[in-house]
């Protein structure tokens, strides 16, 4: 299956919500680098993945959250994953201890309630939605 991504964005437009589906591999993680940076191009302050329509998801997809959590950190960015609890890429994510350098959410409201809590000024309460 081929891999797709949707982006939207918090009420505000402070948070970019890309929702990632299909495969995550070494053919479609540049195609999903390229739709991040276009998203983040256009300005926000915090990213919300999600992952939850992901149906596999190899080691480039790791590297590629790696990749993202660093270029983030440097523009002071925030990050955040929507990871079902009980999927395979839960698993993957746990193998690799990912959970213990960006924040894993089961869903992109309980994403976007984290970012609005998180004490940022320029996260604003309305993400919540």
């Known amino acids: 299956m081929r891999s797709g991504v949707e982006i939207t964005r918090s009420p505000g437009g402070e948070v970019v919500i890309a929702s990632v589906g299909g495969d995550v591999d070494m053919v479609q993680v540049p195609r999903i680098q390229a739709a991040l ?3 983040l191009a256009e300005g926000g302050v915090a990213l919300v993945i999600d992952l939850s ?3 596999y998801f190899d080691s480039t997809g790791v ?3 790696f990749f993202v959590q660093r270029k983030l950190q440097c523009g002071r960015y925030q990050l955040r994953l929507v990871v079902p609890e009980d999927g395979l890429v839960r698993h993957v ?3 690799v201890n990912l959970d213990r350098h960006i924040r894993i959410h089961p869903t992109v409201a309980a994403a976007l309630a984290d970012l609005a809590d998180s004490g940022r000024p320029d996260v ?5 939605a």
């Not at 604003?124 to 919540?128: A, F, I, M, N, T």
């Open 63 to 65: 590297r590629l959250l």
């Open 53 to 55: 329509r992901v149906r």
């Open 37 to 39: 940076a276009g998203a």
């Open 124 to 128: 604003l309460e309305d993400s919540r």
């Open 93 to 95: 994510l746990a193998i």
